[in-house]
């Protein structure tokens, strides 16, 4: 269908810029990752003609192949789980990376972006539900690891990320986005410069703006429903 990915995308913006101004923020600190798994690249494109100025993807070679197509007309982040091996990729390819979870992730992108000479924007994902299924830190862990990224060279602490348990009510969400925040609040109170706030998808993101939100990470809201 011409014009609907456009359509759902003006759409998205002008919800997340109305959930900003209920709350006293300015809409310029929210900014829309266009959650693009499994979308094809002709799909991609018009949103991007579209003005969605950010992708982010789940794995990196699907990620490598949209690439080769849709170029640097667009930023790529990486918002899926990264594994260990596919750091030397990720630090090629994306400007930012929402997901990382543990010391050792983090120490191979450092080694990986050091012999690239990159510089790569890193995410802590707080697992705040304790939901075994999901990948995370626990919030326990979140200053050690905080800190130790804060003084590898090639990685640039942003912030934070995190992904509720689904609720079919979105305010089921927003004790967690209050979580998230309050542990980004006391980052800054030890001197880590964390800003960043990935959190909100489409069931979701007004809320997770309502609660904070500098990065909300939407995919159905303006591509559809995702094959299974
Ligand atoms: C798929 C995905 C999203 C977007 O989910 P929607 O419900 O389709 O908006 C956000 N974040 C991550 C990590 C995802 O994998």
């Given at each position: 269908m011409g014009g609907q990915v456009r359509d759902n995308l003006l759409r998205v913006l002008e919800r997340m810029e109305k959930a900003a101004l209920r709350v006293g923020?300015?809409?310029?600190e929210v900014r829309l990752v266009g959650a693009t798994k499994g979308v094809d690249v002709d799909r991609i494109a018009e949103a991007v003609e579209s003005g969605l100025e950010i992708v982010g993807e789940n794995y990196v070679q699907e990620a490598l192949r949209k690439r080769e197509v849709l170029g640097d007309r667009v930023r790529w982040h990486m918002i899926g789980h990264l594994q260990r091996n596919k750091a030397r990729h990720a630090v090629g390819l994306f400007?930012?990376?929402?997901s990382v979870d543990s010391l050792k992730l983090a120490q191979e992108l450092q080694k990986r972006a050091a012999k690239e000479g990159r510089e790569v924007e890193v995410l802590l994902q707080v697992n705040?539900?304790?939901?075994?299924t999901k990948s995370g830190v626990a919030p326990e862990g979140v200053q050690e690891l905080a800190e130790a990224i804060s003084e590898m060279p090639n990685l640039r602490l942003k912030g934070l990320m995190t992904m509720p348990p689904y609720f079919e009510?979105?305010?089921?969400?927003r004790p967690y986005f209050q979580a998230l925040r309050r542990l980004r609040d006391e980052l800054q109170r030890r001197g880590l410069p964390v800003e960043e706030l990935s959190m909100g998808m489409s069931a979701d993101f007004e809320v997770a703006i309502e609660e904070g939100a500098t990065l909300v990470r939407v995919g159905t809201a303006i591509f559809g429903q995702r094959r299974p």
């Open positions: 923020r300015r809409p310029e400007e930012m990376i929402h705040l539900s304790g939901e075994e009510d979105p305010d089921g969400a």
